[in-house]
T-cell receptor, first 113, second 114 residues
Framework: DSGVTQTPKHLITATGQRVTLRCSPR?????VYWYQQSLDQGLQFLIQ???????AKGNILERFSAQQFPDLHSELNLSSLELGDSALYFC????????????FGEGSRLTVL | GENVEQHPSTLSVQEGDSAVIKCTYS??????FPWYKQELGKGPQLIID?????GEKKDQRIAVTLNKTAKHFSLHITETQPEDSAVYFC?????????????FGAGTILRVKS
């Protein structure tokens, strides 16, 4: 158990809908990362937050947004969903801002029908 | 942009044999290279890492080597066991303007046959 909690574990929805994925980082970790894992794309970096502030962005679609709240939990919002958004979405947290181990949650599997 | 290439994409070995997975990275400023193991239905978990001031690091049956000049790093697993079967990812740390990220390779599916 990494200490990172993600909910929901599984989510099935229809095209055009909006979903919110939630992440609780390990206790004390200030940095949160979101990654998308699909079969043909591997682990793709989406966005990083540190202590409530957005710090780095990857190839995150404009339909996607995220935030980190004062209690350090984070949410990833996916809207106007398309079939191609079906993937595993991982949250990871880190105790330091610099290079160091990322602790991954078990992921949220999103299926868009 | 930053890129990490990983080979092979699949690897089958007999129990007790060694397995080697190789990665190359593009960002010469990268200085931290972790390896993650992902089992079915789980998130990636760190198994070993290496920093650019070290050429080799070993932890029991697992070792990692780094050649900064060639921008290569490799994972070596000796005396493989069935429980080593999983997907392995290499990664390189990339510093961005105000933040950072890990850039992952595409993964290697390792199958250990008993």
């Amino acid at each position: 158990d990494s200490g990172v909690t993600q909910t929901p574990k599984h989510l099935i929805t229809a095209t055009g809908q909006r979903v919110t994925l939630r992440c609780s980082p390990r206790s004390g970790d200030l940095s949160v990362y979101w990654y998308q894992q699909s079969l043909d794309q591997g682990l793709q970096f989406l966005i990083q937050y540190y202590n409530g502030e957005e710090r780095a962005k990857g190839n995150i679609l404009e339909r996607f947004s995220a935030q980190q709240f004062p209690d350090l939990h984070s949410e990833l919002n996916l809207s106007s969903l398309e079939l191609g958004d079906s993937a595993l979405y991982f949250c990871a947290s880190s105790v330091v801002f610099e290079d160091g181990e990322l602790f991954f949650g078990e992921g949220s599997r999103l299926t868009v029908l | 942009g930053e890129n990490v290439e990983q080979h092979p994409s699949t690897l089958s070995v007999q129990e007790g044999d060694s397995a080697v997975i190789k990665c190359t990275y593009s960002d010469s400023a990268s200085n931290y290279f972790p390896w993650y193991k992902q089992e079915l239905g789980k998130g990636p978990q760190l198994i070993i890492d290496i920093r650019s001031n070290v050429g080799e690091k070993k932890d029991q049956r697992i070792a990692v080597t780094l050649n900064k000049t060639a921008k290569h790093f490799s994972l070596h697993i000796t005396e493989t066991q069935p429980e080593d079967s999983a997907v392995y990812f290499c990664a390189a740390y990339v510093l961005m303007e105000y933040g950072n990220k890990l850039v992952f390779g595409a993964g290697t599916i390792l199958r250990v046959k008993s």
